[in-house]
């Protein structure tokens, strides 16, 4: 389980993060939806502590990421996959290449390093890619291999930072599928931080939505549609929030 426990989060005069409190389940993959620049990304980084808090705190299976010294975030890290919004791989190295620097890292002994490539790049349907560099690929290939990149590892945890952004619809719907055979196949907890509505409520276990520093509501993807929240009904029907919202269920 990660739990955000009051987090605050500013920097200089710029409030980001006002009180966040927040219970991501073990084992479902949980939504966080907010408008750009609402401090969706810093969350993330509070998890793998490339960001502290300035008040509150920030639990990962009942450690406090705050508190961990050097080894113990190091160990936390080893734990954790990340998918980044543009992939960020290596230019300069094949596919394989790319796949293989954080498993050989580890220390992982070659057969298995070979076998956890071969096998990440079947579960996103990447096969014989291997050979090939990141500029061959398509922008949609490319994140797939950020979320084979991040299988290789075993985690426990993987974080997604928009990993539909710029995507068409087509495109966007194989890496939702991929989001969700990866946490059926290998029990894999999820945090995914998005604006795209559709592609959220279709691989979310539950939905948080990020306002104003704070989570404004927070439930199954049901209990978000519908939910009479005027903000949230004004980001779900694409209001600028100076209109009321219809009710759940009502015609515009």
């Keep these: 389980m990660i739990e955000f426990r ?11 993060l006002d009180g966040v409190d927040l219970v991501i389940p073990t084992g479902e993959t949980t939504v966080i939806l907010g408008a750009s620049g609402s401090g969706k990304s810093v969350l993330l980084k509070h998890i793998v502590g490339l960001v502290e808090p300035d008040q509150g705190d920030v639990l990962v299976g009942g ?24 992939a960020a791989l290596f230019d300069s190295m094949t596919i394989d290449q790319n796949l293989r620097l954080a498993l050989e890292h ?8 070979t076998e956890r490539v071969t096998e990440s790049l079947r ?14 690929l398509s922008g949609g290939m490319r994140k797939r291999v950020g979320i084979a990149r991040a299988i290789s590892l075993r985690p426990e945890y993987i974080l997604y930072d928009e990993p539909t952004s710029g995507l068409d619809p087509v495109t966007t ?9 990866a946490r059926e196949a290998l029990g894999i907890t999820g ?13 979310g276990d539950r939905v948080a939505m990020l306002h104003e520093g704070r989570i404004r509501e927070a439930g199954t993807v049901a209990a978000i549609q519908a939910s009479s929240d ?9 209001r600028t929030g100076t209109e009321p919202a219809p009710a759940p269920g009502s015609r515009p």
């Design 6 to 16: 009051g987090v605050h989060k500013a920097f200089g005069d710029r409030v980001v």
């Design 63 to 86: 450690e406090s990421v705050p508190e961990l010294d050097y080894d113990g975030l190091q160990a936390l890290r080893r734990r954790i996959g990340f998918v980044f919004q543009f």
């Design 106 to 113: 580890r220390k992982i002994p070659a057969d298995e390093v």
């Design 123 to 136: 579960l996103v349907e990447l096969e014989g890619v291997e050979d090939r560099y990141p500029a061959e």
């Design 173 to 181: 719907a194989v890496i939702d599928e991929l989001m969700m055979r």
């Design 191 to 203: 945090v995914v931080v998005s604006h795209d509505l559709r592609s959220a409520f279709r691989v």
């Design 230 to 238: 005027p903000v949230i009904r004004n980001f779900i029907e694409g």
